[in-house]
Nanobody, 124 residues
Framework: QVQLVESGGGLVQAGGSLRLSCAAS????????MGWFRQAPGKEREFVGY????????RYADSVKGRFTISRDNAKNTVYLQMNSLKPEDTAVYYC?????????????????WGQGTQVTVSS
């Protein structure tokens, strides 16, 4: 069982930055791939990016590539989402998720555990 808690959301102006954190419980965190997804009002949850168990590979949605960076600290059981050059269309609830295969996926159904989400609002 893995419990995930996101933090770091808030209100920021367009062009600004935020860093989200996702703290995980459990001793097996380092074996999980970690993904980030987001859901805007009235829209389906969408893939943002993921990082594999070792931190040696990341993948991003085209909409955030070059602006967002995922990293992890396995010693702290934490994964991060650094968001730069934020746009109003990045406004959403952001979720972290854990994939027990360790290799990540762009599909939300592949993830076994989810956090409760943190709101990010970007004003124009």
């Amino acid at each position: 069982q893995v419990q995930l808690v996101e933090s770091g959301g808030g209100l920021v102006q367009a062009g600004g930055s935020l860093r989200l954190s996702c703290a995980a419980s459990g001793r097996t965190f380092s074996s999980y791939a970690m993904g980030w997804f987001r859901q805007a009002p009235g829209k389906e949850r969408e893939f943002v990016g993921y990082i594999i168990w070792s931190g040696g590979f990341t993948r991003y949605a085209d909409s955030v590539k070059g602006r967002f960076t995922i990293s992890r600290d396995n010693a702290k059981n934490t994964v991060y989402l650094q968001m730069n050059s934020l746009k109003p269309e990045d406004t959403a609830v952001y979720y972290c998720a854990a994939d027990s295969t360790g290799w990540g996926a762009t599909i939300s159904a592949r993830y076994d555990y989810w956090g409760q989400g943190t709101q990010v609002t970007v004003s124009s």
